[in-house]
């Protein structure tokens, strides 16, 4: 029988919520040093193991499906792979190589298409809809178009699948759409698609003893040039900390007060 | 290519430490040390007072860009109405055409569109060029990337730029992709480099905590999408150009549509019910948290936001507890909204909400606990009940007084 792979786009980001500014200095100060999986990304996982679910309990498909998840970052970033096996996942693999740092949506999203190249029969690609850090939802339709494929981003919705076609939903910014289109394809999700697990014992015993393979540029087979911030169209030149954060200005006395002074605002600032 | 700290002049002064959000940085024996976590985002070269770290053995752009020429403008539309962020862009891509000495181009996909070009010219463009055919009709993101490619292939612009919507967000980056050059995400300001004459790219990153500025290396065209309300319109041209006046500065561009297959059923579109709500499109945004205590309390905020003239936003804790829509969310995983006035009512400020609206313009919160964070951004905080204020408010607005 032939297996369908799903392919599970994920990264290790810094946890937002440790960034603080020092006012004197006006620069960031981190808090501990933890990082975390993505937040969107988990729910590229989590929809990634429901398919599975789903795809090997209908007779009609009754196929195997194996869910792979990718992940190009620093040697570190292993844990976040562990940690999506014990949600599901069946296997992950680490692109990882000093050469890879740096890079752009362009140059990440090359190196997760030679990755994914290595595997035959996937059928599906799924990101999360953006990432903390990066936060710029190019990877997914930069490597859809690498690959030819369709994709949709901001699904809420897949209404139907089977091994060569899905029926998604999709939220565009005032709308939905729904599309039928042919696999492979790439999707990208947000938290509207469905609420991710907690881990499973069996999944977290398998997660601490998995071998998760290492994979360089050499194994890629990408050159150095096409890959980190040498192979990368963009390129930061300046990082820097927005306005100083301003004085509130309270309004205070009654509610009736505060409410007639607020109208006031209101009305200096040419709503009404 | 790497990033090398100069051993002789770092002090282990740890700024740089401090400053890296990837734990890249561990200071040995009063020197700073680089690591493999290192994204060469920058930052520690930033902020180095001795100067002492630098990224080397990186390929100078060498190639020559000279047949690049002029900024072009997405111009987006739906249903034949054009997304104001295109007039937004305009009005931005005039300013950079002005300083770059260069035309600014408008490219206009789309169908049976000829109501809609006076206005487009009293932004300042030179030019607009239009497709008109039908297959644009369902706005397919494959066949305008096919479109656009091909438009950028035969009239090399040096800047390209489109609206961060949500429809541009995945055109664009195909774009990208096929042309094989650099895009960025989501851009706040644009510039000019005086000396270089490249486009300077600024856009937050780490859900607005941190902004960058990115350039495109070696690749042309300079790529970049802009969210919606960032820039201002500015027309250049008072009143709407008459019809007759911009005939001569509008091109059609007859594509060989026969080999744009699309890759896509569209089979059913809905709006989203109730308001048809893009929370982008409005300049006043009424939020409501947990503090609103339940459903019903948000035909308060809505009230308000009619009176406005807005549209009513709310904190995840509100969306995840059914009270609203998921499409009302503001925050890291809900909308990026930039609006003239947001008003937060029960809305403690956590981090993920400030992500999606520090950027507004005013920040007015309502909220009874003094200590809540919503107070650290905002213009105008006021400590109290939102249901003893708002409905005063209300009030007040209705009948036009505020004596008391
Ligand atoms: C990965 C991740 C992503 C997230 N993304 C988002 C996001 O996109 N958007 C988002 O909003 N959150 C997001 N969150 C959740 C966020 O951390 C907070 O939990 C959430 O924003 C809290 O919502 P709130 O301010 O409405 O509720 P609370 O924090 O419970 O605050 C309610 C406030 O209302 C005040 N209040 C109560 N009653 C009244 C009254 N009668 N009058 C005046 N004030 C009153 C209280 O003093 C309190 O400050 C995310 C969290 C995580 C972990
Ligand atoms: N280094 C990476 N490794 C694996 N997946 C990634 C990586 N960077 C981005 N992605 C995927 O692409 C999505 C969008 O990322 P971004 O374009 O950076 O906002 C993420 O949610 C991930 O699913």
């Known amino acids: 029988m032939i297996k369908i792979k799903i392919i599970v786009c994920i990264k290790q980001v810094p946890g937002t919520t440790e960034i603080k500014i020092n006012p004197e200095t006006n620069t960031l100060i981190r808090e501990g040093v933890e990082t975390v999986i993505n937040p969107f990304d988990t729910y590229a996982i989590e929809e990634g193991v429901r398919l599975k679910e789903r795809l090997m309990a209908n007779p009609e498909t009754g196929q195997e499906v194996e869910v792979i998840a990718v992940t190009m970052g620093p040697q570190q970033s292993e844990s976040i792979l562990r940690e999506a096996i014990s949600l599901g996942v069946d296997r992950a693999v ?33 990101l999360g809809k953006q990432t903390l850090d990066g936060d710029t939802g190019q990877v997914g339709p930069e490597l859809a178009q690498m690959f030819n494929i369709p994709f949709v981003g901001y699904a809420s919705n897949i209404i ?3 091994r060569s076609r899905m029926i998604i939903k999709r939220l565009m910014d005032d709308r939905y759409e729904t599309f039928e289109v042919k696999l492979p394809a790439a999707i990208s999700v947000g938290k509207e698609i469905n609420i991710p697990r907690v881990p499973s014992l069996r999944g977290k015993l398998k997660a601490k003893n998995e071998q998760i393979p290492v994979w360089n540029k050499d194994e890629l087979g990408l050159d150095d040039e096409k890959i980190g911030l040498s ?20 309004i205070t006395g009654s509610p009736d007060e505060q409410a007639a002074e607020l109208y006031g605002k209101l009305k200096e600032l040419n709503t009404l | 290519m790497e990033i090398r700290v100069d051993i002789s002049s770092c002090t282990g002064c740890s700024l740089c430490k401090n400053v890296c959000m990837y734990d890249a940085i561990e200071i040995k024996g009063k020197k700073a040390i680089i690591n493999e976590n290192c994204v060469f985002c920058g930052a520690c070269i930033d902020i180095c007072k001795f100067k002492s770290i630098e990224i080397t053995g990186l390929s100078e752009a ?38 770059l000495g260069c035309q600014l181009y408008g490219i206009l996909p789309g169908h049976d569109l000829s109501l809609s070009y006076p206005e487009i ?10 497709i008109d055919n039908e297959i644009f009709e369902n706005n397919l993101d494959d066949i305008y990337a096919k479109a656009l490619v091909q438009v950028i292939h035969k009239y090399k612009p040096d800047i390209f730029l489109a609206g961060a919507t949500g429809f541009g967000r995945t055109l664009i980056p195909k774009v990208a992709a096929i ?10 300001a644009l510039a000019i480099d005086p000396e270089k004459k490249i486009l300077l790219q600024t856009r937050p990153t780490f859900g607005g905590n941190v902004l960058a500025t990115i350039i495109t290396r070696n690749s042309r065209p300079q ?30 561009i007859e594509l060989d549509v026969s080999n744009f297959k699309t890759k896509y059923k569209l089979i059913s579109t809905e709006k989203e ?10 300049d006043v945004i009424v939020s409501g948290g947990r503090g609103m205590g339940g459903p019903d309390n948000f035909s308060l905020l809505k009230e308000l936001a009619d009176a406005l003239g807005g549209v009513v936003g709310a904190s995840r804790a509100a969306v995840d507890s059914n009270w609203i829509s998921y499409p009302h969310q503001v925050g890291q995983t809900g909308k990026t909204v930039n609006p003239k006035i947001y008003i937060a009512c029960g809305i403690s400020g956590a981090i993920q909400h400030l992500a999606g609206m520090q950027t507004s313009d005013i920040i007015i919160a309502i909220n009874k606990d003094p200590d809540a964070t919503i107070f650290k951004v905002a213009n105008y905080g006021i400590i109290g009940d939102l249901f003893d204020i708002i409905p005063k408010l209300i009030k007040r607005i209705k009948s036009g007084k505020n004596v008391l």
């Open chain 1, 160 to 162: 139907e699948i089977n």
């Open chain 1, 94 to 126: 680490l692109l990882s190589d000093r050469a890879f740092a740096g890079a752009d949506t362009w140059a990440t999203a090359l190196t997760l298409q030679n990755a994914i190249k290595k595997f035959d029969d996937w059928r599906l690609i799924i």
């Open chain 2, 223 to 252: 790529m970049a999408t802009v969210r919606p309300h960032v820039m201002e319109k500015r027309p250049v041209v008072e009143g709407k150009p008459s019809k007759e006046g911009v005939d001569g500065k509008v091109e059609y």
């Open chain 1, 231 to 250: 192979g990368s169209f963009t390129q930061v030149v300046k990082i820097f900390i927005p306005k100083a954060v301003y004085e509130v200005k309270m």
């Open chain 2, 273 to 282: 019910t109730g308001q048809s709500i893009n929370l982008t499109d409005y």
């Open chain 2, 62 to 99: 060498h190639k020559d860009f000279l047949q690049y020429k002029g900024v072009m403008v997405f111009i987006e539309q739906q249903s034949g109405s054009i997304a104001d962020v295109s007039y937004e862009l305009l009005s931005e891509g005039r300013k950079l055409a002005d300083s």
């Open chain 2, 121 to 130: 010219f009293s932004y300042g463009t030179d030019r607009l060029y239009v």
């Open chain 2, 179 to 188: 042309i094989k050059t650099g895009l960025t995400a989501d851009c706040t």
